[in-house]
């Protein structure tokens, strides 16, 4: 009886002194503390300030018999085991104990003894089951506890699901990266969270690693209910029992949204290193063609002026030194276009309100003289969109294109040019046309580009509206022209109506 440890403190609830006595013989100290009590209502006294491993109880005790006594005792304390001790002639009241919850019978003949130890053994194996039965129960819910704390905390969303793929349970941040309630998220509920145009390809993915038991990784979208998007990387992982049956899969979603945008920042960043890598390359050849233009005509001039010297020609010299003149102005023109593109880059932008219809007209007086001397009328829309962009930038843009189209729209036998604009919700579209000569539809790209001149072109640096493309494109906007041979030229300019801090 090596395991009776457990049952070391027992009371026994009997009348019987002779049985009594037995007992106490049976179960002798140190091993065991054997308690007596003659009637109902000395246990339920001793109970009330001890602690019993295991009750032997007559039923047939006059105070207190049968049922009621054991609902009494057990409403005292519910967790004591007990065994019923009764002669033959109370089997009726033992039978009844024993579908109360009495865990076997004592029966009083010479068998005793032998039942009386193995009710203690059978006892201590039952509290033995019970205590680690408790405590693998314990163990259970401190697991549970604690994965719910750490699926609380943690900063990714959880999920698991069936062996059929169907969702069984989120956690709370994935509810929160998903727009669900982790009810609405269960079966295929989840669905609902995943961008539309990401929908085909992530179901088709899950249903693929569902289908061969294998791993689920996927970048894609969530689309909350108030429309904002959040890119997420969801993974999955078989989870089977022992013998390999597989239970369902486990997972996590992460927010990736700050690496995505990171990402296409570096893309547009790298397009627009390749873009400026390009352009390089091509304003480096038109530069190095434009400068060396005028020093051909200087040079060439001037060994005709040298030449003309050695032989006492002096008839040409001034024609000469005119044409000398008019190279190294131009080179001079080009030059400060020059410095004009690379002090754009150092201009601060201040973005602030600007009344269009104001700065236009503002530009028109400036140019008043040269407008009435070519004979051009000049027409500004009334009451123009304003706009939130930097000021200085806005004035060059506008005066640039007002300019160009003086100098391109002058040549029509009335020359007119018309300034307007129109808007919709998210930006605003000005125009500046004329009805010049017109540009032919394979050169619409390339006036934009520093130094590209037309042929009819032959006094301008090329410059003018690479200055305007530059700016504009500061101010998140972009500029466009509309023409053809004959039928003058539009040039669009979009601006967003809100332009708040944007890189140079």
Not at 178 to 193: F, H, Y
Not at 264 to 281: T, Y
Not at 358 to 369: E, F, Q, T, V, Y
């Amino acid at each position: 009886m090596s395991q009776c440890a457990s049952m070391r403190k027992i009371l026994v609830i009997e009348d019987d002194s002779g049985l009594l006595s037995l007992v106490r013989e049976n179960l002798p100290p140190p091993r065991f503390e054997v308690a007596t009590a003659t009637t109902g209502t000395q246990a339920l006294a001793w109970l009330e300030t001890h602690q019993a491993d295991l009750l032997l109880l007559n039923p047939t005790l006059p105070d207190m018999s049968g049922p009621g006594m054991l609902q009494t005792l057990t409403a005292r304390i519910a967790s004591i085991p007990f065994f019923v001790i009764a002669a033959r002639q109370d089997e009726p009241a033992a039978v009844q104990l024993m579908q109360a919850g009495a865990r076997g019978c004592v029966v009083k003949d010479g068998t005793l003894p032998t039942r009386l130890r193995s009710a203690i053994e059978q006892a201590t194996t039952e509290a033995n089951a019970d205590a680690e039965r408790a405590k693998m129960e314990g163990t259970i819910r401190d697991r549970y506890r604690q994965q719910a704390a750490l699926a609380r905390i943690l900063p990714v969303g959880l999920f698991r699901t069936d062996a059929q793929g169907h969702f069984t349970y989120v956690n709370e941040r994935w509810s929160q990266m998903a727009g669900l309630r982790a009810d609405e998220a269960l079966g295929s509920g989840w669905r609902r969270a995943v961008h539309p145009d990401d929908g085909d390809r992530v179901i088709e993915a899950w249903h693929e690693a569902v289908h061969r038991h294998g791993r689920f990784r996927l970048e894609h979208r969530f689309r909350l209910p108030d429309g904002e998007v959040t890119w997420v990387f969801s993974q999955a992982s078989v989870e089977r029992n022992d013998d390999g049956t597989v239970l369902g899969y486990v997972g996590t979603t992460t927010d990736i949204t700050d690496r995505k945008r990171t990402e296409e920042i570096l893309q547009r960043v790298n397009h627009e290193l390749r873009r400026s890598n390009v352009e390089m390359e091509e304003f480096v050849y038109s530069v190095s063609h434009d400068l060396q233009s005028p020093l051909v005509t200087i040079r060439g001039f001037a060994d005709c002026m040298k030449h003309d010297l050695e032989h006492n020609r002096l008839d040409s010299l001034s024609n000469f030194a005119d044409r000398i003149q008019d190279a190294t102005n131009f080179m001079a023109r080009l030059i400060e276009s020059l410095l004009e593109l690379s002090r754009m880059g150092r201009i601060p932008n201040r973005p602030e309100p600007i009344a269009v219809t104001d700065l236009l007209h503002h530009l028109a007086a400036n140019h008043a003289n040269e407008l009435a001397a070519r004979r051009i009328t000049l027409t500004i829309q009334d009451a123009m969109p304003t706009v939130t962009a930097d000021a200085a930038r806005m004035e060059q843009v506008f005066d640039n294109l007002l300019i160009n189209a003086i100098s391109h729209g002058s040549d029509a036998v009335e020359p007119i040019i018309e300034i307007g604009a129109r808007e919709d919700a998210n930006e605003v579209l000005f125009f500046v046309r004329d009805n010049g000569r017109g540009i032919a539809p394979e050169h619409h790209a390339n006036i934009f580009k520093a130094f590209q001149r037309l042929q009819t072109d032959p006094h301008g640096t090329g410059v003018g509206l690479a200055v305007v493309r530059r700016l504009v494109e500061t101010q998140g906007g972009r500029v466009w022209v509309e023409s053809e041979p004959g039928r003058g030229a539009t040039f669009w300019v979009m601006f967003p109506k809100q332009i708040v801090g944007l890189a140079e």
